[in-house]
């Protein structure tokens, strides 16, 4: 089992920033892939970004520019630092860990961009 912890999220103004984490409550090494995803109301989970233990990256067309994901392995952390937020970013984020198999989410964090 993977316990996930999103933190970091809040209101913010169009244009600002924010850097979500997600603390897991095991090594992250031992994780396959790390990513988050995010929920707008009224909306399905959609995917934003992936890093997986090779450190190579992925990402939505949406963040690409914008976002950027990176992990601490040191604190079993991976983050998302959010820049040029857009009111349509406003979201639940969640983080997801995937294993071999099977796959755990957080609870999420919730961002609020107003314009």
């Known amino acids: 089992q993977v316990v996930l912890r999103e933190s970091g999220g809040g209101l913010v103004q169009a244009g600002e920033s924010l850097k979500l984490s997600c603390a897991a409550a095991?090594?992250?090494?031992?994780?396959?892939?790390l990513s988050w995803y995010r929920q707008a109301p009224g909306k399905q989970r959609e995917f934003v970004a992936s890093?997986?233990?090779?450190?190579?990256?992925n990402y939505a067309d949406f963040v690409k520019g914008r976002f950027t994901i990176s992990r601490d392995t040191a604190k079993n952390t991976v983050y998302l630092l959010m820049n040029s937020l857009k009111p349509e970013d406003t979201a639940v984020y969640y983080c997801?860990?995937?294993?071999?198999?099977?796959?755990?989410w957080g609870r999420g964090t919730q961002v609020t961009v107003s314009s």
């Open positions: 997801k860990a995937d294993l071999t198999w099977s796959h755990f």
């Open positions: 095991r090594d992250i090494d031992t994780i396959n892939a």
């Open positions: 890093i997986n233990s090779a450190e190579s990256t």
